[in-house]
């Protein structure tokens, strides 16, 4: 069974740009979540996506944003990029029916704004 | 609002050292408690999760107790090898699922 992919691995992007990233959970999760890691604050939650539809959201400003698609693949767009915006962003899926279960990471997109 | 605390922040051990690593929370209201693994660069691996109504969890060397009265979570590595260098990160989740991560606690163990 094939694992968590994101889609770039690394990315490099400048000030004022925006950004998509990808996230392709394992067959059969419906829930899929992002998280920020920075070295400064640690891996913060950003939102959770369940069947097309947001589920839970972190205290990140709307510059961040995300969608999910029917076959439970999603996206997280970053508008007007700052530099603070630099970090590994992690998804992660699980079926979603139930909390009882874990949380199955990829490896994650390195972005890098200057 | 829920803080995830790690102590210590790293930590160097021998081979052959049982490690032991702390997390604390300061709300006891938690779902569960999960600890992972990060090796440097990569994602995180869910290693053991705790229910809220559980005391412990094992797997292999690796043990997970959990008091949430008190507030706290202690995760046991019997006899540490190379292989267990990394960094260690407990989270706990609310009723909705969200996660909230304690710093990490930074492995390393010597040959």
């Known amino acids: 069974k094939a694992g968590v992919t994101q889609t770039p691995r690394y990315l490099i992007k400048t000030r004022g740009q925006q950004v998509t990233l990808s996230c392709s959970p394992i067959?059969?999760?419906?829930?899929v979540s992002w998280y920020q890691q920075t070295p400064g604050q640690g891996l913060q939650f950003l939102f959770e996506y369940f069947s097309e539809t947001q589920r839970n959201k972190g205290n990140f400003p709307g510059r961040f944003s995300g969608r999910q698609f029917s076959n439970s693949r999603s996206e997280m767009n970053v508008s007007t990029l700052e530099l603070g915006d630099s970090a590994l962003y992690l998804c992660?899926?699980?079926?979603?029916?139930?909390?009882?279960?874990?949380?199955?990471f990829g490896s994650g997109t390195q972005l890098s704004v200057l | 609002k829920q803080e995830v605390t790690q102590i210590p922040a790293a930590l160097s051990v021998p081979e052959g050292e049982n490690l032991v690593l702390n997390c604390s929370f300061t709300d006891s209201a938690i779902y569960n408690l999960q600890w992972f693994r990060q090796d440097p660069g990569k994602g995180l691996t869910s290693l053991l999760l705790?229910?809220?109504?559980?005391r412990e969890q094992t797997s292999g060397r690796l043990n997970a107790s959990l008091d949430k009265s008190s507030g706290r979570s202690t995760l046991y590595i019997a006899a540490s090898q190379p292989g267990d260098s990394a960094t260690y990160l407990c989270?706990?989740?609310?009723?909705?699922?969200?996660?909230?991560f304690g710093a990490g606690t930074q492995v390393v163990v010597t040959p």
């Open positions: 705790i229910q809220s109504s559980q």
């Open positions: 992660a899926s699980r079926s979603g029916t139930t909390l009882t279960e874990k949380l199955f």
């Open positions: 067959s059969g999760h419906r829930s």
């Open positions: 989270a706990v989740s609310d009723s909705w699922g969200k996660l909230q």
